[in-house]
């Protein structure tokens, strides 16, 4: 009885050894295969360079969906197709401008500086002839709070710092971006006319950075704009200074946006699908998403995680792979202002009563991979950290409990769908993250494919073992 035991015991991990060699072989054949003749970095050219901007309702939009479907075919879907989705189509309208204006105490003409200045995304326009007025510093909504009696009639300017101690440094932009998410209707509350918010980044340069923001539709609606770092400094200074002395300056600053939104317009999620073999019903979604704010060219974000999803459909035909489960290769639409195109794909899943295992994301730059982080039960999470070994030597070294993105979450509230998120090194992310140097040029080639080997891997695993 003992020696059947044994027996079996060694036939078990015999057949475990075997699989991981066979696993790690292939995993290798993956890497090999999109390291030396991937497309990504010649894909993202043609997406930022002949393209560019894509937000929602853009003519880039149009064409990015067309360019899409056409390398998704080419690089050997079974099937590709457009899934149609109503979405939010907002215009930025003109130069967004804004100067600030100095009369020192007893002077007759007025000091001018322009200050670099973008307008929030979903945010309304100033009047034709602009808004000028007092700016009053606060430096959170604490501070907001206290000096509320001093805000109306005046533009709030939100001076708080994206906070240099957190590593991870999308714990910084989770920590600032609530001030321009929020920070125009609570301003407005107390009759602010305008909001500026400090960009939502901790670069050294003047690049001012943009980024939806949401009304609240108990308060009026006001102008809002994110200004460069530099120029926040210089700002704050100014207004400081004025507060310090006896004899103060006046200080006066001009607005102008143009921001409004034109009626919903037709958009679509692209899709590729390999169908599966063995269990075709079962569906594993990877995918990015395909607009970009209309002040870049959308590079890392998140031109990055669509041509890395299209890759890994590449070269997954390229070694004659089959899939056992339906894998679906999504480039999402509207997610930087609406999140329309994410919503869509799980209605439409829930509609059909489709079964989804699994849902991947990169949608955090197309930096150096580091980790990948996991939504899920605990024994789902147990069986994808045991992935850890085989996926580790590619970059991603860390495996931990909790991630996914924006598109996909609505699969995992809908049908309790396991979620990942591929995380690449964020030091340099937020340097660029909604901003005009968001381009091409910012993008590594290697970094950019090692990303791609390792989502390439981890959908390969989740595909042959099931989740």
Known sequence: MRKLSLLLFLSIVGIVVFGQKEDSAFIKRISDEILVNGKAYENLRHLTKKIGARLAGSQGMVKSEHWGLKVMQESGADKAYMQECMVPHWVRGGEDRASLKKKPSGAIDWIRKDLDIVALGNSIGSEKNGISGEVIEVKSFDDLEKRKDEVKGKIVFYNYKFNDTYINTFLAYRDASQYRGQGPSRAA?????????????????????????????????????????????????????????????????????????????????????????????????????????????GAHDDGAGCVQTIEILRAFKALGYQPKRTIRFVLFANE??????????????????????????????????????????????????????????????EFNRGGGGADIGPLNRAFKTPTAGLNPDSQRYFDIHHAR?????????????????????????????GM
């Open 189 to 297: 509350k107390y009759g602010a006319k305008a909001v500026i918010v400090r960009s939502m980044s901790h670069a050294t340069d003047n690049n001012p950075h943009t980024g939806a923001t949401r009304y609240d539709s108990n308060y009026a609606k006001i102008p809002a704009v994110a200004i460069g770092l530099r120029d926040a400094d210089w700002l704050s200074t100014e207004i400081n200074a004025q507060a310090e002395t006896t004899k103060p300056a006046q200080l006066e600053l001009e607005l102008f946006t143009h921001g409004h939104f034109l009626p919903d317009t037709i958009g679509h999620n692209i899709i590729g699908e390999l169908k599966g073999t063995q269990f075709p019903a079962e569906i594993i979604t990877v995918g990015g998403h395909l607009d970009s704010w209309d002040n870049c060219e």
């Open 336 to 397: 930087e202002n609406g999140l329309r195109g994410g919503n869509k794909y799980a209605d439409e899943a829930k509609a059909k009563g489709e079964k989804h295992i699994f849902a991947l994301e990169s949608d955090a730059g197309g930096f150096t991979p580091r980790s990948f982080g996991m939504t899920g039960t605990e024994e789902q999470f147990q069986k994808f950290l045991s992935w850890k070994p085989l996926i580790a030597p590619y970059g991603c070294t």
């Open 437 to 465: 140097n968001d381009v091409f040029e910012a993008v590594n080639k290697r970094e950019l494919d090692l990303g791609a080997v390792n989502m390439a891997a981890l959908i390969y695993l989740v595909d042959k073992y």
